[in-house]
């Protein structure tokens, strides 16, 4: 099986920033891709940004959150800048690949806070 572990969500203030991270561990053969969603209370579950054989970006954070990747860790990075009270949301990692086994696998974290005031 596939765990994530995501760190870094917490409290600011509009405009500053955070860093979420984002580690797959497990039966991985390939992982295919891996990036954030997010979700506020109401709301569909939304992209934010993801990597696979190219780097989306969701419009609504074009510009201020960056994806990166280190293949080495299986860790995914966004990073947060010039949040907005419309950023808060639950955000989600969520990584799909193959297992050691060539089963596919689509797995999401657990989700991790990330509220801005205002």
């Known amino acids: 099986q596939v765990q994530l572990v995501e760190t870094g969500g917490g409290l600011v203030q509009a405009g500053e920033s955070l860093t979420l991270s984002c580690a797959a561990s497990g039966s991985i053969r390939t992982i295919n891709a891996m990036g954030w969603y997010r979700q506020a209370p109401g709301k569909q579950r939304e992209l934010v940004a993801f990597?696979?054989?190219?780097?989306n970006v969701a419009d609504s954070v074009k510009g201020r959150f960056t994806i990166s990747r280190d293949n080495a860790k299986k860790t995914v990075v966004l990073q947060m800048n010039n949040l907005k009270p419309e950023d808060t949301a639950v955000y989600y990692c969520n990584s799909r690949g193959v297992l050691w086994n060539s089963l596919p696998y689509d797995t999401w974290g657990q989700g991790t806070q990330v509220t801005v005031s205002s």
């Open positions: 990597i696979s054989s190219s780097t």
